[in-house]
């Protein structure tokens, strides 16, 4: 029997597997930046995407939490 998801569940999945990528590739900068020691301008990157990605995080979150619920509503 084939599941046939819900667009929005679909969608958030999405958004959390490129989110699951971005903070893989920044993850690589920073420890490249470490590694070269320019960490100061790894420090100051992050400082600036931190707040984006906690804002992001918590979007995500609940945008999964909503999909879950339209799943168990919808069977």
């Known amino acids: 029997m084939i599941v046939r998801y819900s667009s929005f ?3 958030t999945c999405r958004l ?3 989110f699951g990528y971005s ?3 920044l993850t690589i900068v920073l420890i490249l930046f470490d590694t070269f ?3 100061h301008i790894g420090a100051i990157v992050l400082s600036l995407v931190a707040p984006w990605l906690i804002k ?3 979007t995500l979150t609940c945008m999964l939490a909503v999909a879950i619920i339209i ?3 919808h069977n």
Request: glycine share 16%; no cysteine; aromatic share 22%.
């Open 9 to 11: 569940f679909r969608f």
């Open 16 to 18: 959390l597997k490129y």
């Open 23 to 25: 903070l893989m590739g």
């Open 37 to 39: 020691g320019i960490g």
């Open 56 to 58: 992001s995080a918590i």
């Open 71 to 73: 799943e168990s509503f």
